[in-house]
Protein backbone atom coordinates (compact mmCIF):
# COMPACT_ATOMS: atom_id res chain seq x y z
CA UNK A 1 0.00 0.00 0.00
CA UNK A 2 0.98 3.44 -0.97
CA UNK A 3 1.80 5.20 2.12
CA UNK A 4 -0.32 8.45 0.74
CA UNK A 5 -2.86 6.02 0.71
CA UNK A 6 -2.73 4.46 4.57
CA UNK A 7 -2.75 7.95 5.94
CA UNK A 8 -5.29 9.20 3.73
CA UNK A 9 -7.54 6.37 4.42
CA UNK A 10 -6.57 6.02 8.24
CA UNK A 11 -7.42 9.95 8.66
CA UNK A 12 -10.37 9.42 7.02
CA UNK A 13 -12.27 6.56 9.42
CA UNK A 14 -10.75 8.53 12.42
CA UNK A 15 -12.28 11.46 11.52
CA UNK A 16 -15.72 9.26 11.89
CA UNK A 17 -14.99 6.97 14.52
CA UNK A 18 -13.06 8.47 17.06
CA UNK A 19 -14.10 8.66 20.62
CA UNK A 20 -14.24 12.00 22.43
CA UNK A 21 -11.53 12.51 24.60
CA UNK A 22 -10.58 15.69 26.71
CA UNK A 23 -7.16 15.71 25.56
CA UNK A 24 -7.46 15.35 21.99
CA UNK A 25 -9.28 19.00 22.66
CA UNK A 26 -6.15 21.01 23.93
CA UNK A 27 -2.73 21.39 22.67
CA UNK A 28 -1.39 21.93 26.16
CA UNK A 29 1.74 20.07 26.31
CA UNK A 30 0.53 19.55 30.09
CA UNK A 31 -2.08 18.07 30.05
CA UNK A 32 -1.24 15.61 26.65
CA UNK A 33 1.89 14.46 28.78
CA UNK A 34 -0.46 13.97 31.52
CA UNK A 35 -2.96 12.08 29.56
CA UNK A 36 -0.06 10.08 28.60
CA UNK A 37 1.24 8.74 31.53
CA UNK A 38 -1.71 8.58 32.77
CA UNK A 39 -2.94 5.68 30.02
CA UNK A 40 0.00 4.09 29.92
CA UNK A 41 -0.91 -0.21 30.38
CA UNK A 42 -4.38 1.58 31.56
CA UNK A 43 -7.70 1.68 29.14
CA UNK A 44 -9.50 4.80 28.53
CA UNK A 45 -12.54 4.08 30.77
CA UNK A 46 -10.58 3.42 33.58
CA UNK A 47 -7.79 6.55 33.15
CA UNK A 48 -10.28 9.10 32.21
CA UNK A 49 -11.71 9.60 35.61
CA UNK A 50 -7.63 9.87 36.96
CA UNK A 51 -6.99 12.52 33.95
CA UNK A 52 -9.99 15.15 35.25
CA UNK A 53 -8.94 14.43 38.59
CA UNK A 54 -5.31 15.46 38.25
CA UNK A 55 -6.11 18.34 35.65
CA UNK A 56 -8.77 19.62 37.87
CA UNK A 57 -6.49 19.48 41.16
CA UNK A 58 -3.12 20.46 39.45
CA UNK A 59 -3.93 22.86 36.44
CA UNK A 60 -0.77 23.61 35.69
CA UNK A 61 2.76 21.71 35.71
CA UNK A 62 3.73 24.16 38.46
CA UNK A 63 0.98 23.34 40.61
CA UNK A 64 1.47 19.97 40.70
CA UNK A 65 5.16 20.28 40.81
CA UNK A 66 4.53 21.72 44.18
CA UNK A 67 1.89 19.41 45.54
CA UNK A 68 3.47 16.95 47.83
CA UNK A 69 4.20 13.15 47.18
CA UNK A 70 1.26 11.57 49.28
CA UNK A 71 -1.21 13.81 47.70
CA UNK A 72 -0.41 13.04 43.96
CA UNK A 73 -0.37 9.02 45.21
CA UNK A 74 -3.98 9.36 46.98
CA UNK A 75 -5.10 11.00 43.45
CA UNK A 76 -3.23 7.88 41.75
CA UNK A 77 -4.38 5.80 44.14
CA UNK A 78 -6.31 2.29 42.54
CA UNK A 79 -4.86 3.27 39.24
CA UNK A 80 -1.72 0.55 40.19
CA UNK A 81 1.88 0.42 38.55
CA UNK A 82 2.57 3.77 41.22
CA UNK A 83 5.81 4.09 39.69
CA UNK A 84 4.46 6.32 36.69
CA UNK A 85 2.84 8.82 39.30
CA UNK A 86 5.82 9.43 41.70
CA UNK A 87 8.29 9.88 38.07
CA UNK A 88 5.64 11.55 36.61
CA UNK A 89 5.52 14.18 39.94
CA UNK A 90 9.75 14.18 39.68
CA UNK A 91 9.65 14.93 36.01
CA UNK A 92 7.35 18.13 36.85
CA UNK A 93 9.77 19.16 39.27
CA UNK A 94 12.49 19.03 36.76
CA UNK A 95 10.41 20.91 34.35
CA UNK A 96 9.57 23.73 36.12
CA UNK A 97 13.09 24.04 38.34
CA UNK A 98 15.09 23.83 34.91
CA UNK A 99 13.14 25.12 31.84
CA UNK A 100 10.70 27.87 33.94
CA UNK A 101 7.78 25.45 33.84
CA UNK A 102 8.10 25.25 30.10
CA UNK A 103 7.95 22.07 27.78
CA UNK A 104 11.03 21.58 25.04
CA UNK A 105 8.51 21.74 21.89
CA UNK A 106 11.08 19.43 19.83
CA UNK A 107 11.34 15.62 19.92
CA UNK A 108 15.21 15.27 20.45
CA UNK A 109 14.88 17.87 23.46
CA UNK A 110 11.58 16.33 25.36
CA UNK A 111 13.75 13.26 25.00
CA UNK A 112 16.51 14.66 27.66
CA UNK A 113 14.26 15.40 29.94
CA UNK A 114 14.13 12.31 32.51
CA UNK A 115 11.00 10.12 32.59
CA UNK A 116 9.74 11.17 28.84
CA UNK A 117 11.17 8.67 26.51
CA UNK A 118 10.65 8.08 22.37
CA UNK A 119 6.66 7.01 22.49
CA UNK A 120 5.80 9.43 25.32
CA UNK A 121 8.29 12.23 23.63
CA UNK A 122 6.63 11.74 20.02
CA UNK A 123 3.10 12.27 21.32
CA UNK A 124 3.87 15.56 23.14
CA UNK A 125 6.15 16.53 19.52
CA UNK A 126 3.10 15.69 17.34
CA UNK A 127 0.30 16.59 19.56
CA UNK A 128 1.57 19.85 20.73
CA UNK A 129 3.83 21.46 18.60
CA UNK A 130 2.42 19.30 15.33
CA UNK A 131 6.11 18.09 15.04
CA UNK A 132 6.29 15.18 12.21
CA UNK A 133 7.29 12.57 14.20
CA UNK A 134 5.77 8.78 14.55
CA UNK A 135 4.35 7.15 17.80
CA UNK A 136 5.07 3.53 18.25
CA UNK A 137 2.78 2.11 20.87
CA UNK A 138 1.54 -1.54 21.25
CA UNK A 139 -1.65 -0.37 19.21
CA UNK A 140 0.63 0.85 16.34
CA UNK A 141 3.24 -2.32 16.29
CA UNK A 142 -0.23 -4.35 15.85
CA UNK A 143 -1.91 -2.52 13.20
CA UNK A 144 1.36 -2.05 11.27
CA UNK A 145 2.17 -6.17 11.67
CA UNK A 146 -1.29 -7.00 10.54
CA UNK A 147 -1.72 -4.28 7.76
CA UNK A 148 1.81 -4.81 6.27
CA UNK A 149 2.60 -8.13 7.11
CA UNK A 150 5.60 -7.64 9.27
CA UNK A 151 6.96 -11.07 11.42
CA UNK A 152 9.72 -9.17 13.30
CA UNK A 153 9.50 -10.55 17.10
CA UNK A 154 8.10 -7.18 18.49
CA UNK A 155 10.16 -7.82 21.76
CA UNK A 156 13.72 -7.81 19.75
CA UNK A 157 15.55 -4.65 19.21
CA UNK A 158 15.46 -4.98 15.76
CA UNK A 159 11.84 -4.43 15.69
CA UNK A 160 12.25 -1.16 17.19
CA UNK A 161 13.99 -0.04 14.31
CA UNK A 162 11.62 -1.59 11.92
CA UNK A 163 8.93 -0.02 12.79
CA UNK A 164 9.88 2.83 13.69
CA UNK A 165 11.31 3.69 10.83
CA UNK A 166 8.22 2.05 8.91
CA UNK A 167 5.86 4.45 11.32
CA UNK A 168 7.82 7.79 10.00
CA UNK A 169 8.02 6.92 6.48
CA UNK A 170 3.77 6.59 6.79
CA UNK A 171 3.15 9.52 9.15
CA UNK A 172 1.06 12.50 6.79
CA UNK A 173 3.32 15.23 6.01
CA UNK A 174 0.38 17.27 6.64
CA UNK A 175 -1.33 16.30 9.54
CA UNK A 176 1.47 14.14 11.66
CA UNK A 177 -0.42 15.25 14.90
CA UNK A 178 -3.91 13.89 13.36
CA UNK A 179 -2.34 10.13 11.60
CA UNK A 180 -0.87 9.59 15.35
CA UNK A 181 -4.10 9.81 17.53
CA UNK A 182 -6.04 8.11 14.07
CA UNK A 183 -3.16 5.09 14.16
CA UNK A 184 -3.48 5.23 17.57
CA UNK A 185 -7.32 4.90 18.27
CA UNK A 186 -7.40 2.22 15.56
CA UNK A 187 -5.80 -0.09 17.03
CA UNK A 188 -7.51 0.42 20.79
CA UNK A 189 -10.82 0.46 19.71
CA UNK A 190 -11.08 -1.50 15.31
CA UNK A 191 -7.78 -3.28 15.26
CA UNK A 192 -8.14 -5.05 18.47
CA UNK A 193 -5.70 -7.97 19.74
CA UNK A 194 -9.05 -10.11 20.30
CA UNK A 195 -11.70 -10.29 17.47
CA UNK A 196 -10.58 -7.65 15.20
CA UNK A 197 -13.51 -6.18 13.07
CA UNK A 198 -11.51 -7.60 9.84
CA UNK A 199 -15.37 -7.54 7.99
CA UNK A 200 -15.63 -4.38 8.27
CA UNK A 201 -12.19 -2.63 8.43
CA UNK A 202 -10.85 0.43 5.91
CA UNK A 203 -8.28 -2.12 5.30
CA UNK A 204 -10.05 -5.47 4.31
CA UNK A 205 -8.58 -5.24 0.75
CA UNK A 206 -5.03 -4.48 1.31
CA UNK A 207 -4.32 -5.79 4.71
CA UNK A 208 -1.97 -8.80 4.40
CA UNK A 209 -2.77 -10.28 7.87
CA UNK A 210 -6.66 -10.79 6.64
CA UNK A 211 -5.23 -11.94 3.65
CA UNK A 212 -3.14 -14.65 4.70
CA UNK A 213 -5.49 -15.23 8.16
CA UNK A 214 -2.62 -13.92 10.14
CA UNK A 215 -4.46 -11.95 12.50
CA UNK A 216 -4.10 -14.05 15.32
CA UNK A 217 -0.63 -14.35 15.59
CA UNK A 218 0.46 -10.93 14.51
CA UNK A 219 2.40 -9.20 16.01
CA UNK A 220 4.58 -12.41 16.96
CA UNK A 221 6.24 -11.51 20.53
CA UNK A 222 8.11 -14.29 21.57
CA UNK A 223 8.91 -13.12 25.10
CA UNK A 224 6.45 -14.30 28.15
CA UNK A 225 6.20 -12.24 31.39
CA UNK A 226 6.58 -14.43 34.61
CA UNK A 227 4.78 -14.02 36.74
CA UNK A 228 5.17 -13.96 40.43
CA UNK A 229 2.82 -15.46 43.10
CA UNK A 230 3.10 -13.72 46.56
CA UNK A 231 0.60 -14.46 50.01
CA UNK A 232 0.60 -11.12 51.96
CA UNK A 233 -1.27 -11.84 55.84
CA UNK A 234 -2.15 -8.12 56.66
CA UNK A 235 -2.53 -7.59 60.77
CA UNK A 236 -5.26 -4.45 60.78
CA UNK A 237 -4.05 -3.74 64.44
CA UNK A 238 -6.31 -1.64 66.18
CA UNK A 239 -6.17 0.20 69.86
CA UNK A 240 -8.91 2.63 71.14
CA UNK A 241 -9.94 3.21 67.91
CA UNK A 242 -6.32 3.80 65.58
CA UNK A 243 -4.97 1.51 63.25
CA UNK A 244 -1.43 0.68 63.31
CA UNK A 245 0.19 1.51 59.70
CA UNK A 246 3.59 2.42 57.92
CA UNK A 247 4.63 4.01 55.00
CA UNK A 248 6.37 1.23 52.17
CA UNK A 249 9.99 2.03 51.72
CA UNK A 250 11.82 3.17 47.97
CA UNK A 251 12.51 0.03 45.90
CA UNK A 252 8.78 -1.25 46.33
CA UNK A 253 6.20 -1.10 43.46
CA UNK A 254 3.98 0.65 46.48
CA UNK A 255 6.98 2.54 47.64
CA UNK A 256 4.90 5.36 49.11
CA UNK A 257 1.97 4.09 49.96
CA UNK A 258 0.31 3.04 53.21
CA UNK A 259 -0.27 -0.09 54.30
CA UNK A 260 -1.00 -2.32 57.97
CA UNK A 261 1.54 -4.84 59.15
CA UNK A 262 2.53 -7.12 56.68
CA UNK A 263 3.81 -10.83 57.07
CA UNK A 264 5.02 -12.30 53.42
CA UNK A 265 5.45 -15.64 52.62
CA UNK A 266 6.58 -17.60 49.85
CA UNK A 267 4.40 -20.43 49.47
CA UNK A 268 1.16 -19.75 51.33
CA UNK A 269 -1.09 -17.55 53.25
CA UNK A 270 0.39 -18.31 57.27
CA UNK A 271 -1.64 -19.77 60.08
CA UNK A 272 -1.43 -18.17 63.61
CA UNK A 273 0.75 -20.62 64.99
CA UNK A 274 3.06 -20.49 62.33
CA UNK A 275 4.38 -16.78 62.50
CA UNK A 276 8.18 -16.23 63.76
CA UNK A 277 8.08 -12.32 63.80
CA UNK A 278 8.48 -11.45 66.96
CA UNK A 279 6.97 -7.95 67.07
CA UNK A 280 3.86 -9.36 65.72
CA UNK A 281 4.11 -12.12 68.29
CA UNK A 282 4.41 -10.04 70.96
CA UNK A 283 1.47 -7.93 69.82
CA UNK A 284 -0.61 -11.18 69.02
CA UNK A 285 -0.05 -11.92 73.26
CA UNK A 286 -1.72 -8.50 74.15
CA UNK A 287 -4.85 -9.05 71.52
CA UNK A 288 -7.77 -10.33 70.77
CA UNK A 289 -8.25 -11.74 67.62
CA UNK A 290 -11.35 -10.65 66.15
CA UNK A 291 -11.22 -12.95 62.82
CA UNK A 292 -9.89 -12.80 59.51
CA UNK A 293 -11.22 -12.01 56.03
CA UNK A 294 -11.68 -14.18 53.28
CA UNK A 295 -9.08 -14.41 50.94
CA UNK A 296 -8.61 -11.67 48.20
CA UNK A 297 -6.91 -11.81 45.21
CA UNK A 298 -4.78 -9.29 43.24
CA UNK A 299 -3.90 -9.53 39.36
CA UNK A 300 -0.77 -7.36 38.35
CA UNK A 301 1.36 -7.50 34.89
CA UNK A 302 4.22 -9.39 37.20
CA UNK A 303 2.49 -10.57 40.24
CA UNK A 304 -0.18 -12.66 41.57
CA UNK A 305 -1.14 -12.09 44.99
CA UNK A 306 -2.85 -13.60 47.28
CA UNK A 307 -4.04 -11.72 50.73
CA UNK A 308 -5.84 -12.36 54.14
CA UNK A 309 -6.41 -9.45 56.36
CA UNK A 310 -6.50 -10.30 60.35
CA UNK A 311 -8.45 -7.91 62.82
CA UNK A 312 -7.02 -7.63 66.03
CA UNK A 313 -7.75 -5.85 69.11
CA UNK A 314 -4.78 -4.52 70.84
CA UNK A 315 -5.33 -4.28 75.02
CA UNK A 316 -1.83 -3.19 76.22
CA UNK A 317 0.72 -0.31 75.16
CA UNK A 318 3.41 -1.72 73.53
CA UNK A 319 6.74 -0.14 71.83
CA UNK A 320 6.10 0.28 68.04
CA UNK A 321 8.26 -0.86 65.33
CA UNK A 322 9.68 -0.66 61.60
CA UNK A 323 8.17 3.11 61.44
CA UNK A 324 4.72 2.53 62.45
CA UNK A 325 2.69 4.30 63.82
CA UNK A 326 -1.33 4.23 65.06
CA UNK A 327 -3.66 6.44 62.54
CA UNK A 328 -7.80 7.29 62.98
CA UNK A 329 -9.69 6.25 60.24
CA UNK A 330 -10.05 10.20 59.10
CA UNK A 331 -6.34 10.20 58.79
CA UNK A 332 -6.31 6.93 56.95
CA UNK A 333 -9.16 8.10 54.75
CA UNK A 334 -6.75 10.69 53.73
CA UNK A 335 -3.49 8.58 53.19
CA UNK A 336 -2.54 6.89 49.97
CA UNK A 337 -3.29 3.35 49.81
CA UNK A 338 -2.70 0.30 47.57
CA UNK A 339 -5.94 -0.57 46.07
CA UNK A 340 -5.88 -4.01 48.34
CA UNK A 341 -5.67 -2.07 51.71
CA UNK A 342 -8.43 0.36 50.09
CA UNK A 343 -10.73 -2.54 49.00
CA UNK A 344 -10.89 -4.32 52.70
CA UNK A 345 -11.75 -0.86 53.92
CA UNK A 346 -14.67 -0.89 52.13
CA UNK A 347 -15.32 -4.42 52.38
CA UNK A 348 -14.66 -5.25 55.96
CA UNK A 349 -17.64 -6.32 58.26
CA UNK A 350 -15.73 -5.64 61.51
CA UNK A 351 -15.89 -2.83 63.55
CA UNK A 352 -13.54 -1.46 61.55
CA UNK A 353 -16.44 0.53 59.95
CA UNK A 354 -17.19 3.02 62.31
Not at 75 to 96: C, D, E, F, P
Amino acid sequence: MERETFSEVLINWYHIKKRDLPWRKTKSPYQIWLSEVILQQTRVAQGLPYYEKFVENFPTIIDLAAADEQEVLRLWQGLGYYSRARNMHATAKIIVENFDGKFPNTYVDLLKLKGIGPYTAAAIASFAFDEKVAVVDGNVYRVLARVFGVETDISSHEAKKIFSELANNLISEESPSVYNQAIMEFGAIHCTPANPDCMFCVFADSCEANAKGKQAILPIKSKKIKVKNRFFDYFVVEQNGNFLMHQRNEGDIWAGLFDFYLVESETKLLELDEIEDAFLREVLSKSIIKGSSETMKHILTHQRIEARFWYIVLNEKIALSKNYQFYSLEEIEALPKPILIEKYLKNTTFSIKK
